[in-house]
């Protein structure tokens, strides 16, 4: 089993900039993509960006190209997201997500999943 846990959301304006964590654990040398994800309230989960276990792999929604990077540190086992310039269509809960095999944008692809962490873009 992996466990997954998220950190750094917060309240934020139109404009500014949040890094969130993505802490791996468990059968860490299992993983291979970790994506994080947006669930926005009465919406579908949305893929945000992934990466592949070597770290050099990106892919992107269109919504966040420009905007947000992913990057990991292997030795931590850890994931980080950048987002900046945020928007107020950024809100939501965010959720990493593993899995595996590669990079795919599908939900139902990723077998583990955390919690996730609420981030609000006010404007």
């Known amino acids: 089993q992996v466990q997954l846990v998220e950190s750094g959301g917060g309240l934020v304006q139109v404009g500014e900039s949040l890094r969130l964590s993505c802490a791996a654990s468990?059968?860490?040398?299992?993983?291979?993509?970790i994506g994080w994800f947006r669930q926005a309230p009465g919406k579908e989960r949305a893929f945000v960006i992934a990466?592949?276990?070597?770290?050099?792999?990106?892919t992107y929604a269109d919504s966040v190209k420009g905007r947000f990077t992913i990057s990991r540190d292997n030795a931590k086992n850890t994931v980080f997201l950048q987002m900046n310039n945020l928007k107020p269509e950024d809100t939501g809960v965010y959720l990493c997500?593993?899995?595996?095999?590669?990079?795919?944008?599908?939900?139902?692809?990723?077998?583990?999943w955390g919690q996730g962490t609420q981030v609000t873009v006010s404007s």
């Open positions: 468990g059968r860490t040398f299992s993983i291979s993509a």
């Open positions: 997500a593993a899995r595996t095999f590669g990079v795919t944008q599908r939900p139902s692809d990723y077998a583990y």
């Open positions: 990466v592949d276990s070597s770290g050099l792999s990106t």
